[in-house]
């Protein structure tokens, strides 16, 4: 037991896997059903990816195609990271008279674990920002972009390093550790590319047949 409770300190972590439940669950608002995923996803335009020329998420170096990381689309002071944390964390403690959140218990939905420290919660794009450029994004007006990034069915907060690996990949590519979290992640992937008619690769459309199915399968106890 103090070999458990050394390894939650030092990580932020779980040792122990939770079991599915609401929470692990849960998607953001506005996330479509399974079947409404599924006809949404059969009438998505199907197309190859295209290129990624222009693309950059650096604003560092003046391109910033999706504008500012963390825009405060809706203008009340607390920008979209913030609102994602406290959307998605437990116990949520703010910083004194700000917005920010320094504070929470996040029960990851991608690998299933808990995590308590908030340094170690990132913010995902679960259609990442790369594949909508490349499956339209990229003629886009720049208002329409920004507004796509801080889509709030679009950003789940989760591990930083399970969000580190799944990087830009696309569900073909990469799918939550969790397969418990298989429907859930497919069924807010098409609500966003339906959202904003972007198109499915073969590969990509494929995988995310495959992740709906699960929806008609109860997780494994």
Request: proline share 8%.
């Amino acid at each position: 037991m103090r070999w458990l409770l050394l390894i939650i300190l030092l990580t932020g972590c779980s040792a122990i896997p939770l079991s599915p439940g609401p929470q692990l669950n849960r998607v953001p608002e506005g996330t479509l059903d399974a079947p409404a995923a599924r006809t949404s996803l059969a009438a998505l335009p199907l197309a190859a990816p295209g290129r990624l020329d222009g693309y950059s998420r650096d604003c560092d170096k003046g391109a910033c195609v999706f504008g500012q990381p963390w825009f405060d689309t809706d203008g009340d002071g607390c920008d979209q990271r913030s609102q994602v944390l406290a959307r998605d964390l437990a116990d949520v403690q703010r910083k004194p008279g700000r917005c920010g959140v320094q504070s929470g218990t996040l029960d990851d939905p991608y690998t299933g674990s808990r995590v308590t420290s908030v340094s170690k919660i990132q913010i995902d794009h679960v259609v990442p920002l790369a594949e909508m450029w490349r499956s339209g994004a990229a003629g886009w007006p720049q208002e329409k972009r920004v507004t796509a990034a801080n889509d709030l069915r679009n950003l789940v907060a989760v591990t930083g390093s399970v969000n580190q690996s799944k990087g830009d990949k696309t569900p073909d590519e990469w799918m939550p550790p969790s397969a418990a979290y298989a429907c859930s992640y497919g069924r807010i992937y098409v609500t966003v590319k339906a959202a904003y008619g972007l198109s499915v690769a073969p590969a990509e459309r494929s995988a995310l047949e495959k992740a709906l199915a699960t929806c008609d399968t109860p997780p494994a106890t």
